[in-house]
């Protein structure tokens, strides 16, 4: 029976090559040519030069700003050195005029330590104070909760729990979402 197939061994070997094939993106499940060299022909993220002559760029940017901060302050001084302008006197030579910094006085320095001082002490007083306030709800509320529990297991004498309290619990709590 040569045009018959042999099921047995020859479904094993089928089974394998086209497990192979769709693994390896088969006949029909794979992309076809067109689309791929879409994929690839489409510019990436990740471009190694560009990368490269980004680092570079910043890199000379640090430098540049590094040279003109230290190149500044010597500026700086040659400018104090040139005069500003000149009084001009009957005979005299012309003296340019410098501007004095105002230094703080030590009084200055004293005020301003004393205002800081009193604003971190007023600020520390102020949370002392809702702390205070908080701890004081807290033992309001726990106080309210232990006088009503006591409430709800009291019994008469037959061991039947006391009605007034109950009825008044739900009654203060329909009141409450009223007002809500």
Known sequence: MKGERDNKGDGKKWNYKTKRQQRLGGKTGGLSLEAFSKLKSMPSGFNPSLIKKQREFYK?????KKYKTSVKPE???SYQLKPQAYEEGEGSESVPKHRKKKRQTLESLKEESERKRQEKESERLEREAMIKAKKEAIEKAESKR????DNMFKKTRSGQPVMKY??????DGL???EKK
């Open 60 to 64: 000379n940017a640090k430098l540049v």
């Open 75 to 77: 500026n700086h001084q």
């Open 146 to 149: 232990k006088v009503l529990k």
């Open 166 to 171: 109950r009825i008044q619990h739900m009654l």
């Open 175 to 177: 009141l409450d979402t």
